[in-house]
Nanobody, 126 residues
Framework: QVQLVESGGGSVQPGGSLRLSCAVSGFTLDQLALGWFRQAPGAGREGVSCISRDGRKTYYADSVKGRFTISRDDAKNTVFLQMNNLNPEDTGVYYC???????????????????WGQGARVTVSS
């Protein structure tokens, strides 16, 4: 069983930055494909970024390319989402998700993921 615990959410003004963390337990990161997803009020869950089990493949939603960066620290068994130049459209609850996968596999489709964190709220407002 994999447990995921997000942290780092909060409120920020447009143009600001936040870094989300997702601490993983139960499996090591090199056993898992990982993704970040978000859900805005009244909207469905959207894939934001993801990283493959071997760490070599990453994908980003078009809306966050050039502003968000996914990374991982295998020693801490933690995955991060650095979010820069935030805008109000980035507001929502951000979820970390994981699944066992082949080394090179990853996906922005939330339906593929098995384990989910509880979510971290991000609010971007002036």
């Amino acid at each position: 069983q994999v447990q995921l615990v997000e942290s780092g959410g909060g409120s920020v003004q447009p143009g600001g930055s936040l870094r989300l963390s997702c601490a993983v337990s139960g499996f090591t990161l090199d056993q898992l494909a990982l993704g970040w997803f978000r859900q805005a009020p009244g909207a469905g869950r959207e894939g934001v970024s993801c990283i493959s089990r071997d760490g070599r493949k990453t994908y980003y939603a078009d809306s966050v390319k050039g502003r968000f960066t996914i990374s991982r620290d295998d020693a801490k068994n933690t995955v991060f989402l650095q979010m820069n130049n935030l805008n109000p459209e980035d507001t929502g609850v951000y979820y970390c998700a994981a699944r066992a996968a082949l080394y090179f596999w990853t996906s922005l489709d939330h339906a593929h993921y098995v384990w989910w964190g509880q979510g971290a709220r991000v609010t971007v407002s002036s």
